[in-house]
């Protein structure tokens, strides 16, 4: 029986959104954020071509980057970031919290 509540998330889309939110948004310097680009380009290349049985292991790659190099109580861009890969509902407002803020 399936759960209908269950959708499955493709890599390579999260992955370009994320993107997509480093070159737009990100206050990071060029090369840093080209650094970070690229090695989340080669996490793309190696989903596609990962067995079904370990694709699982390209996940947490990315999910590694993210943790190494992102906070996202840092920034607004860096929640973002962070709803995307989680899969979160709600807007970046929901999530991130200023120094001293009380929510």
Same mark, same amino acid.
């Given at each position: 029986m399936k759960n209908k509540d269950y959708k499955p998330r493709n890599? &390579? +889309?999260i992955a370009d959104k994320i993107i997509e939110v480093i070159s737009s948004h990100s206050d990071l310097k060029? +090369?840093?954020?080209?650094?970070i680009i690229n090695q989340i380009e080669k996490v793309k290349k190696s =989903?596609? =071509?990962s067995a079904p049985e370990i694709i699982y292991l390209r996940w947490e790659e990315l999910a590694n980057i993210l943790s190494r190099y992102? &906070?996202?109580?840092?920034s607004k861009w860096e929640t973002e970031i962070m709803i995307i890969f989680n899969d979160l509902s709600g807007t970046v407002d929901d999530y991130y919290e200023k120094e001293g803020e009380i929510k």
């Open positions: 890599l &390579i +889309e060029k +090369e840093r954020a080209d650094m =989903y596609s =071509y992102f &906070i996202p109580s840092n």
